[in-house]
């Protein structure tokens, strides 16, 4: 998986993207080109840009500077053409973020329904399915709040799989859930990996880096600072800052 | 006490003052909402006229505002949202105009409840419709506005409590609801003084304390839980 997906297609594609927030230096010329069905895991401290990153992808936030072209488009600056766009970028937020005054179908079938123009017969259908996928079919006419955090999490991922992405954000996906729910969410993305989807998490779940990851990025300070495959990285981290963070992170 | 509310025509001019809150609730409902999506929108100009908007009619004194649009809307701008050829001519004409005033006062309040609804609803629910793809006005139908409604049950329940009471200011243009039944009152059986006061005061609470008992039912029904 981890050569042959590198080799195919860059799908997103950052060039010297620069962005602030007021006089933080945020996002330092950063250039990361990701392929076709690489699933790339981002980690770093705490402020290190990585959610900023994210949003940058799918314009939740502007930058100043650079380019980012998904699947060769450049990203437009707003209206419909975004709209469409954002569309087929998934994001999945550490905070879930369902819609809480819609059933846990209707959280699935919105985008499809109002975004792609799909029926809803068609819809709930697919919707259904994609909810068997991760777990959560009995819990169809739910609403958000009457789940567990991580049956939330996963209709996210359902959510965002509706609307058939080239590619999907992780931004901590795990980050807010109680350690016995994190595996379950763990699970359904490493499947999805498996199946070829194209895939960005920033996560510190480096179980799921070394099972899943084609390759570690690791930012500090809002520049990426070194990235290599799983293996390498966690074993022979090249940057101080590196082996600073994961000294940190691995004793715990 | 029977006798008063016959003689005065209490329960006709309570109608009016139904009809009067009614109209106008309505009117304030989709004004204040407008302004309320202006005030969201992300163009400057729209967000600038509805903060404008608010802050105009929440500070001026609703009796200005029915007297304007009396005195300036109609006498001055040659407004009429009536028929000249309709026997009731005047009567339409003040009943309309006094609509618009308590619509366009309370629309102030309508469009600050419903942004407070909005506060209810945390940010990344906005982040994630617009991830998915939804344009703001679907955003806002589909995400935002129905959860903000439902946010702002209560405090879209005590503007139309506050605009029943206060459709008593129509008066002063002539209106025939309750408040001028009770001037008639007080002109004519000023040795009931009380009693006068009593029967419109429990004719306003017949309409507002069911109007408040409704409200909390409803803020607890449908209440979004998070
Ligand atoms: N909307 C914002 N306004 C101002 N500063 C922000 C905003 N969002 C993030 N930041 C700052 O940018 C830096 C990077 O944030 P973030 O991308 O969230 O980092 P990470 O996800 O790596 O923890 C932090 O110092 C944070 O305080
Ligand atoms: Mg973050």
Redesign the interface.
Known sequence: MTSSAAASQPLVVMENVNKHFGDLHVLQDINLSIAEKEVVVVIGPSGSGKSTLCRTI?R?ETYESGSITIGGEQLPQEG?EL??L??????V?Q???????KTILENVT??PI??RGIKKAEADKTGMELLDRVGVAHQAKK????LSGGQQQRV?IA??LA?NPKVMLFDEPTSALDPEMINEVLEVMTSLAKSGMTMIVVTHEMGFARRAADRVVFMADGQILEQNIPEEFFNNPQSDRAKDFLGKIITH | MLELIEQFNVLNAFWVTIKLAFFSAILALILGTIMAIFRLSPVGVLQRFGAAYVTIFRNTPLTLIILLCSLGLWGQLGFEPASRDSDTFIVDLNFRLAIIGLAVYHAAFVCEAIRSGVNTIPLGQAEASRSLGLGFLQGLREIILPQAFRGAITPLGNVLIALIKNTTVAVAIGVTEAAYALRNMMEFRPDVFLLNFLVIAIGFVILTLPTGLFISWASQKWVVRR
Not at chain 1, 86 to 91: K, L, Q
Request: hydrophobic fraction near 45%; glycine fraction near 6%.
């Open positions: 799918n939740l419909k709209a469409r954002r569309a087929d970028v998934g994001m937020f905070s879930f973020n369902l819609f809480s005054h919105l985008g109002k975004v609403y958000p709040a009457q996210a959510r965002s609307m």
